[in-house]
């Protein structure tokens, strides 16, 4: 069993923690998003499914066109190759863990 130290994984735009499973034996990826009121990820998509875990805040979340809101305690799944994109609606900073079912995280962002 390998075990990491929560604060040693890459942190990319606003403080995301990232995890890629392919250096650490393990067959999926994450982020740990902490956003801010109105922060969020741009519309882009992956080769596979996404599963989002909603933990503290209100994410609107829009998938392929449809939007939702989605609060604490909610879990969404992507489907592969769908188009999305989230944004906190919450007033206060949101947590939520976006699983990728892949050993790396590979992403495509909308040029339109």
Same mark, same amino acid.
């Given at each position: 069993?390998?075990?990491?130290?929560?604060?040693?994984?890459?942190?990319?735009?606003?403080?995301?923690?990232?995890?890629?499973?392919?250096?650490?034996?393990?067959?999926?990826?994450?982020?740990?998003?902490?956003?801010?009121?109105?922060?969020?990820?741009?519309?882009? #998509?992956?080769?596979?499914?996404?599963?989002? &875990?909603? %933990?503290?805040?209100?994410?609107?979340? @829009?998938?392929? /066109?449809?939007?939702?809101?989605?609060?604490?305690?909610?879990?969404?799944?992507?489907?592969?190759?769908?188009?999305?994109?989230?944004?906190? #609606?919450?007033?206060?900073?949101?947590?939520? &863990?976006? %699983?990728?079912?892949?050993?790396?995280? @590979?992403?495509? /962002?909308?040029?339109?």
């Amino acid at each position: 069993m390998e075990t990491i130290d929560f604060e040693t994984l890459t942190r990319v735009a606003g403080g995301t923690a990232r995890f890629e499973g392919e250096g650490h034996g393990s067959s999926v990826s994450f982020f740990v998003v902490r956003n801010q009121p109105g922060d969020g990820a741009a519309k882009h #998509r992956h080769p596979y499914d996404e599963t989002f &875990v909603i %933990i503290e805040g209100e994410i609107e979340v @829009i998938v392929d /066109d449809e939007l939702r809101m989605l609060g604490a305690g909610t879990i969404a799944v992507v489907p592969a190759g769908a188009w999305h994109e989230f944004t906190n #609606r919450s007033d206060r900073r949101s947590l939520m &863990v976006n %699983i990728h079912a892949s050993s790396r995280i @590979i992403q495509e /962002d909308w040029e339109g």
